[in-house]
């Protein structure tokens, strides 16, 4: 906020889970959308891009109605995952957020390649909602070696998504999300920062 081109949070527990009104997922406030509505206060336009494995239903939720706050999120398809109920393809928004949320679900196990072209389809959706700053729900259980086994994501491919995150060239708070005990944890998320940092303007 204060001119910074990024900023990381280290959020325990994690937070694309909760409501306004619900906690779920051992989530109990949103953190993302914390970060997204008070970057509201300068930027008429907020994204959040959401890379955790599962689907940030209480982060749609709370925004689902507005224009302003555009929800994106990659996830393994909730046919078969949590959180089953929500983060399916034509869950779009309503009222006047119809169209601002758009929900990329994967079949279980894509690796880096399905991930990264999800994640240019992402991009093409937040390159025409013209943002001014960006968030990014950062889980690493898409990780091929997560307990969860529901993406498979590499240590260099999250190294990929920070490069390409960092391309959209925009003010970004990187939030972190879900990511379970695995030794290749705390690499993944060097990997990603390395990445986003490697390529920010
Ligand atoms: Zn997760």
């Not at 925004?63 to 706050?69: E, H, Q, T």
């Not at 950062?138 to 190294?159: I, K, Q, R």
Request: proline fraction near 6%; charge should be negative.
């Amino acid at each position: 906020m204060t001119g910074a081109p990024s900023a990381y949070a280290l959020c325990r527990p994690p937070g694309h889970h909760a409501f306004a009104d619900v906690a779920g997922g051992f989530c109990f406030i949103n953190n993302s959308a914390v970060a997204a509505q008070v970057l509201r206060r300068n930027a008429a336009r907020v994204a959040i891009l959401d890379v955790d494995l599962h689907h940030g239903n209480g982060t749609q939720g709370i925004f689902y109605a507005r224009p302003d706050v555009l929800t994106v999120s990659l996830h393994a398809d909730p046919v078969r995952f949590y959180p089953f109920f929500w983060g399916h393809a034509d869950e779009r928004g309503e009222g006047p957020g119809l169209g601002y949320n758009f929900n990329l679900p994967l079949p279980r196990k894509s690796g880096d390649a399905a991930f990264l072209e999800a994640l240019a389809t992402a991009f093409q959706r937040i390159r025409a909602f013209a943002p001014e700053a960006l968030v990014v729900a950062l889980g690493l259980d898409a990780f091929e070696g997560d307990p969860f086994g529901g993406l498979s994501v590499t240590t260099p491919g999250f190294a990929r998504i920070g490069e390409a995150t960092a391309g959209l060239g925009l003010p970004t708070v990187i939030v972190q999300e879900g990511g379970y005990l695995c030794d290749a944890l705390g690499d993944n998320l060097t990997a990603f920062l390395t990445g986003f940092g490697g390529k920010q303007r």
